[in-house]
């Protein structure tokens, strides 16, 4: 009787102690929601870029399409092995990382959509220490050199990519997040704020250390997820402050997360849902929602806890940025003249002034840009993919004129949707699609080959386009107004008018003699066409 007594004064317990913590969990929520649904679609497009840039974001493992009775159903599949079968293999001389990505039918071809070969694939293992053992067991029991090469050339690159852009670029999303929440015209260009304060390799440091730390600590599993949430506030701190060192910041997060971490693993928890929601609808949910708003619920924590425990943090007069945490504000952007500058000097940030209009010589070195980054695109997805390089494309040249196209669409055609981040998302989408469709049907016509299928994707056109790619094109429209085309077009201001034009003649003179070589001889084969007649 005792037992039972003990256990109704601990659920007791348990209640009220819910009920004290809801209503805390409830103002948070419902302040990122605010927050979220403010700024939407660029909130949605910060997340979407730092996804790509960091290849964590999103954890797609889509899909395997597979026909049973005519009918096409999506699965989830992991073909990925644990660190512990890995390591097994190693010791026992076998091949490791030998991942099994299908190609034999028409049905398992097309299941690398963009969002599930953009974040998943460009490290293949998941992980750089496991990348390495592989080269080793690859030149040491298989004999197979060049992948070995090519292997530790990806590790080096994930390494370079991890702690000079991923780590940035993972501050400079708290620096939005946490701008957003007070200003609702923060713009995409706060990704790159550290690189504007002159603190890139300071914050490059100090995030590589942490990252090192959490990784050996995540060998004790337990150590790792307390070490998860003490640590969680450093990036925050370093978006407020990106001068500060990794002393410092280690410290005042540990001083933050100070009898926090379970009330911030409980609302994590709270968002568990969402997650199932996730599984039934193809993560379109984690993209459209859940991704941004857990940003807005980790700044809105940050903020709160940084006013609770102003007062004991040690050396809390590092934490300046006050104007982060004004709800007296009734400005529309962040004053970058009014930033404190007590104890250091904040540069001038990037301006982006997305409404002004292109010069002729600008949009000529768009097109070109634009259809090289297209080309460096496919080329690079492809080679992550099979492990092949491939010139894709109709044309022999590094570039390819669809990309290019559609840029200057958006940016030429689309300028009256520019104030109205939805539209655009929407013009981009309408855009894009008809180009692509309008090309593949061309192709197919007169040429009677097919550089791209979509056939098997989900809710595809004739095989010429999907909603997937779709989406992407349009986050990329996006991207393209408001970030890419200015910071490109300050670029090409900084070279004189003469320059420009010799520049734009001699792309152009080549582009011309490629496309008309193409016209009678196409760029085909292997990994560039499929012939359907």
Not at 359 to 387: A, K, P, Q
Not at 505 to 532: E, K, L, Q, R
Request: aromatic share 16%; with cysteine; glycine share 6%.
């Amino acid at each position: 009787m005792q037992l039972i007594e003990d256990i109704k004064v601990n659920a007791k317990g348990i209640t009220a102690n819910a009920k004290e913590l809801f209503p805390v969990f409830k103002d948070i929520n419902v302040a990122a929601l605010q927050n979220m649904r403010s700024g939407y679609f660029m909130n949605v497009v910060v997340v979407f870029i730092v996804a790509i840039l960091i290849s964590a974001g999103y954890n797609y493992t889509l899909v395997d399409n597979i026909y049973q009775n005519s009918n096409i159903s999506l699965m989830l599949e992991t073909h990925h092995k644990t660190n512990a079968i890995i390591l097994e293999e190693f010791l026992e001389g076998q091949h490791i990382f030998d991942f099994e990505i299908n190609s034999h039918n028409t049905a398992e071809k097309y299941t690398k959509g963009y969002f599930s070969v953009i974040v998943n694939e460009i490290t293949s293992t998941g992980s750089i220490g496991f990348g390495i053992l592989n080269g080793i067991n690859k030149i040491l029991f298989s004999g197979r050199i060049s992948e070995s090469i090519s292997i530790f050339i990806m590790v080096f690159l994930s390494i370079l990519l991890m702690i000079f852009v991923r780590n940035i670029v993972m501050v400079g999303k708290c620096r939005y997040f946490l701008e957003q929440r007070q200003y609702k015209d923060t713009g995409i260009d706060r990704l790159i704020f550290v690189f504007r304060t002159g603190a890139a390799r300071n914050v490059a440091a100090v995030m590589l250390i942490r990252s090192v730390w959490q990784t050996i600590w995540n060998i004790t599993i337990i150590g790792g997820i307390y070490k998860h949430y003490e640590y969680l506030m450093i990036p925050y701190i370093l978006a407020e402050n990106p001068h500060i060192n990794y002393k410092q910041a280690f410290k005042m997060s540990k001083e933050i997360m100070q009898d926090e971490k379970f009330n911030a693993f409980k609302l994590e928890l709270s968002l568990v849902p969402w997650l199932l929601l996730d599984g039934a609808t193809m993560h379109l949910v984690t993209l459209f929602f859940l991704d941004p708003y857990k940003e807005c619920i980790y700044a809105e924590i940050y903020a709160r806890l940084r006013s609770k425990k102003r007062e004991v943090i040690e050396n809390s007069e590092l934490l300046y940025d006050n104007l982060l945490f004004d709800n007296t504000a009734a400005l529309n952007s962040y004053p970058d003249a009014e930033c404190p500058t007590s104890y250091l000097e904040i540069r001038r940030w990037l301006i982006a002034d997305y409404n002004r209009n292109y010069s002729l010589e600008n949009c000529v070195m768009f097109f070109f840009t634009f259809s090289i980054i297209g080309w460096v695109w496919e080329v690079f997805f492809y080679l992550l993919n099979e492990g092949k390089f491939i010139n894709r494309g109709t044309m022999f040249g590094p570039w390819l004129p669809i990309y290019g196209l559609g840029g200057l669409v958006i940016i030429l055609f689309l300028k009256p949707l520019r104030k109205n981040p939805a539209l655009m998302f929407g013009g981009a989408f309408v855009v894009c699609g008809a180009i692509e469709y309008t090309t593949a049907w061309i192709l197919e016509t007169f040429f009677h080959s097919k550089w791209w299928d979509y056939t098997g994707y989900f809710c595809n056109l004739h095989g010429r386009i999907c909603l997937e790619g779709l989406l992407v094109f349009g986050l990329a429209g996006v991207i393209t107004t408001y970030f890419i085309a200015p910071v490109l077009d300050n670029l090409y201001n900084k070279l004189d008018r003469k320059t420009k034009r010799a520049i734009c003649m001699v792309f152009i003179i080549a582009f011309m003699g490629d496309f008309f070589y193409s016209v009678n001889n196409p760029n085909a084969g292997d990994g560039i066409t499929d012939n359907f007649v």
